[in-house]
């Protein structure tokens, strides 16, 4: 799923948003930001362009706010409504934290600030990060976000566009901004894994995420495992249309929790059992197995194939295959099988480069229409 990421130059009357701004530097009666509707309605959310049999509609959200510099996040409730034509981010006016009393105070017009906006049809939540010209940790990010954006008031973002300008102004390591592209590290602790968690909490300097993007990612991961499970079946569909495999079972779509997704034939009377291992991100990216796949692996009957499904879309997604794991993995269970009484290992992660996975890259897509579009190596 997409992120819902945009860039706002703040002007004088949306800085009147903030108690301070508008009692110490007057700019109008607004108390709001103003929410570009290109970008709201026409990219994130059309479902709030269309139609609606309530005059003004309103949808709460929670706010959490990051900036300007290395402060800590500061989380409030808010709303967002429409005014006559007009989107804005509104609600009572936010003062300084109690911690922190003068802290918005440094913001001035044409200075930024990042939305990742969060919720599936209507906002239900959203992460502000400022960026001050002001505050020396933010200066070199101000400085490139002004020299791409040298007009205009509000962009939609991708996240290689945050990550380019990160890599230009190289800021300190604690800015809250480098945990907004670890897209591989949020998916892989939203999967448990360690790793992630351990890159998530360095980059960030010790506070983590918030459980509204840990929700988000942990939803995404999961959408992302039934995307590749229906790409493979897809794919194996065709493979058996073709004459190239005798029969399957997507297993897992019958019984969640099997050791394993798929169960194919590639002869009369041969079965080979295999698990699906889909990813957003990189071939690369840490592979996660229960237990449960390491016993079957290991135990058998059958030989135990992964699949690496990697930088996967809605629509398409590359492949690489290991095959007949089991062997591989024994070691590593009878270590796991030797923890003291009453301790149980729930799974493992482990890096690709660990298995011996065929050099041959596959492309598969949501529909095969010609043999030779499914055989396409990349």
């Given at each position: 799923?997409?992120?819902?990421?945009a860039?706002?130059?703040?002007?004088?009357?949306?800085?009147?948003?903030?108690?301070?701004?508008?009692?110490y530097?007057?700019?109008?009666?607004?108390?709001?930001?103003?929410?570009?509707?290109?970008?709201?309605?026409?990219?994130?959310?059309?479902e709030?362009?269309?139609?609606s049999?309530?005059?003004?509609?309103?949808?709460?959200?929670?706010?959490?706010?990051?900036?300007?510099?290395?402060?800590?996040?500061?989380?409030?409730?808010?709303?967002?409504?429409?005014?006559?034509?007009?989107?804005?981010?509104?609600?009572?006016?936010?003062?300084?934290?109690d911690?922190?009393p003068e802290?918005?105070?440094?913001?001035?017009?044409g200075?930024?600030?990042?939305?990742?906006?969060?919720g599936?049809?209507?906002?239900?939540?959203?992460k502000?990060?400022?960026?001050?010209?002001?505050?020396?940790?933010?200066?070199?990010?101000h400085?490139?976000?002004?020299?791409?954006?040298?007009?205009?008031?509000?962009?939609?973002?991708?996240?290689?566009?945050?990550?380019?300008?990160?890599?230009?102004?190289?800021?300190?390591?604690g800015?809250?901004?480098?945990?907004w592209?670890?897209?591989?590290?949020?998916?892989?602790?939203?999967?448990?894994?360690?790793?992630?968690?351990?890159?998530?909490?360095r980059?960030?300097g010790?506070?983590?995420?918030?459980?509204?993007?840990?929700i988000?990612?942990?939803?995404?991961a999961?959408?992302?495992?039934?995307?590749?499970?229906?790409l493979?079946?897809?794919y194996?569909?065709?493979e058996?249309s073709?004459?190239?495999?005798?029969?399957?079972?997507w297993?897992?779509?019958?019984?969640?929790?099997?050791?394993?997704?798929f169960?194919?034939?590639p002869?009369?009377?041969?079965?080979?059992?295999?698990?699906?291992?889909?990813?957003?991100?990189a071939?690369?990216?840490?592979?996660?197995?229960?237990?449960?796949?390491v016993?079957r692996?290991?135990?058998?009957?059958?030989?135990?194939?992964?699949?690496r499904?990697?930088?996967?879309?809605?629509?398409?997604?590359?492949?690489?295959?290991?095959?007949?794991i089991?062997?591989q993995?024994?070691?590593?269970?009878?270590q796991?099988?030797?923890?003291?009484?009453?301790?149980?290992?729930?799974?493992?992660?482990v890096?690709?480069?660990?298995?011996?996975?065929?050099t041959?890259?596959?492309f598969?897509?949501?529909?095969?229409?010609?043999?030779?579009?499914?055989?396409?190596?990349?």
């Amino acid at each position: 799923m997409p992120r819902k990421l945009a860039l706002k130059r703040l002007t004088a009357s949306d800085l009147t948003f903030f108690k301070w701004h508008f009692q110490y530097q007057p700019a109008g009666n607004q108390k709001a930001f103003n929410l570009d509707a290109r970008i709201l309605t026409g990219a994130m959310y059309p479902e709030l362009g269309r139609p609606s049999t309530l005059r003004n509609p309103i949808y709460l959200l929670t706010l959490h706010l990051f900036g300007p510099g290395l402060v800590q996040p500061y989380t409030l409730a808010r709303k967002i409504l429409k005014q006559q034509k007009n989107w804005r981010l509104n609600g009572e006016q936010i003062d300084n934290p109690d911690d922190d009393p003068e802290r918005y105070n440094i913001l001035s017009p044409g200075d930024f600030a990042l939305f990742e906006f969060s919720g599936n049809d209507k906002p239900e939540a959203v992460k502000i990060n400022f960026v001050a010209s002001g505050v020396a940790a933010d200066t070199a990010i101000h400085r490139e976000l002004a020299r791409r954006y040298p007009s205009g008031s509000m962009w939609l973002l991708q996240e290689t566009i945050i990550a380019d300008v990160l890599a230009a102004a190289a800021p300190p390591a604690g800015h809250p901004l480098n945990g907004w592209i670890e897209s591989d590290a949020l998916e892989d602790a939203a999967l448990g894994g360690a790793t992630g968690t351990a890159a998530i909490n360095r980059r960030s300097g010790g506070r983590g995420i918030t459980p509204e993007d840990f929700i988000r990612s942990r939803q995404a991961a999961e959408q992302t495992g039934v995307t590749g499970e229906n790409l493979l079946n897809t794919y194996l569909d065709y493979e058996r249309s073709q004459g190239r495999i005798s029969e399957f079972e997507w297993t897992a779509s019958i019984n969640a929790v099997a050791p394993f997704d798929f169960q194919v034939s590639p002869t009369p009377g041969e079965t080979r059992a295999i698990d699906a291992k889909s990813t957003s991100g990189a071939f690369t990216n840490p592979l996660h197995l229960s237990l449960g796949e390491v016993q079957r692996a290991v135990h058998g009957p059958e030989p135990y194939d992964i699949y690496r499904l990697y930088e996967v879309t809605d629509d398409t997604a590359k492949m690489r295959i290991a095959r007949d794991i089991g062997p591989q993995l024994r070691d590593i269970l009878d270590q796991l099988s030797a923890l003291p009484s009453g301790v149980t290992a729930d799974g493992i992660s482990v890096r690709p480069s660990v298995l011996n996975f065929d050099t041959e890259e596959l492309f598969l897509a949501s529909s095969y229409e010609e043999d030779a579009v499914q055989r396409q190596h990349i």
